[in-house]
């Protein structure tokens, strides 16, 4: 699964990355070495241009803006923990922050967001735990945070859901009466990663974003739901201060020395920041 990852890019740095044409945003994209589900975080998506911006798309399936226009991609700020439409109680998405996508095109909670409301989340790398052989306080293994991210360090894409859901207990003319929410979808992990966890985020290649985003393009994006290709990223040890929502900044993901570590951790690490 995907718990925590970080995201630290600005809002220009990531409309230039993404090509993003319009920045739909109410605060400005902060950095964020530890997010965690429930928290906002920017998501790429495309969708017609914006008329009266209401998000209330539930009638066209989801395409939003002018019924006219064509997709335009946006960079905007999502809550993690998709809600689903037909939701009664938002709280149901502290538990949707994942989509596995073996099932995503199926599954009642997320198969009309994945015809056509598909948005990727831009991230440096991912944070996974790995149990070890020590123990705790009631002799619980005690688990090793790893920061897992491109070898070359650029930004990670993870392939997500987004929904719009109603509030019916705000008015009409409230402009919070919709809430915006995302999942991250996930895969079966790669060889030299499956040692930390049998899954791991769907990443998406620069080449096949357009296909994954336009929502006019499900087939397309049925085509790209495939285990992560080996060898893109890497894995290491960092310190378990991540554990803790609370704590933020750089140097949570940066790596600590192996010869510092038990040898059982040092050797799941497959390399280093570069």
């Given at each position: ?20 044409v ?6 400005p ?45 946006q ?125 791991m ?41 991540v ?5 933020n ?26």
């Amino acid at each position: 699964m995907c718990g925590r990852y970080a995201s630290t890019r600005d809002a220009d740095a990531l409309a230039e990355e993404f090509e993003v044409v319009e920045q739909v945003l109410a605060a400005p994209v902060e950095p964020d070495w530890n997010v965690a589900p429930t928290k906002p975080v920017p998501a790429i998506v495309e969708r017609p241009p914006r008329g009266d911006d209401s998000g209330d798309d539930r009638a066209d399936g989801g395409a939003g803006g002018r019924a006219d226009a064509g997709p335009q991609r946006q960079l905007r700020t999502l809550t993690w923990g998709l809600v689903p439409f037909w939701a009664k109680d938002p709280g149901i998405g502290s538990r949707m922050i994942n989509a596995r996508t073996e099932t995503v095109a199926e599954k009642p909670a997320f198969r009309q967001a994945f015809a056509k409301r598909r948005c990727l989340l831009p991230a440096d790398g991912y944070f996974e735990w790995y149990p070890t052989q020590q123990r705790g306080r009631g002799g619980k293994p005690l688990k090793q945070p790893f920061f897992i991210r491109p070898h070359d360090g650029g930004v990670l894409a993870m392939a997500g859901l987004y929904e719009i859901w109603r509030d019916p207990a705000r008015a009409d003319d409230d402009p919070d009466r919709f809430r915006w929410t995302c999942t991250v979808l996930t895969t079966s992990a790669t060889d030299e990663l499956g040692h930390l966890h049998d899954r791991m985020p769907m990443t998406v290649a620069r080449e096949s974003w357009g296909a994954w985003l336009d929502p006019t393009r499900e087939e397309d994006a049925r085509s790209l739901l495939v285990p992560a290709a080996p060898g893109a990223l890497t894995a290491y040890p960092v310190s378990t201060a991540v554990g803790n929502v609370r704590n933020n900044g750089p140097s949570l993901v940066e790596p600590l020395p192996l010869e510092d570590v038990d040898p059982e951790v040092a050797s799941q690490a497959t390399g280093g920041p570069g």
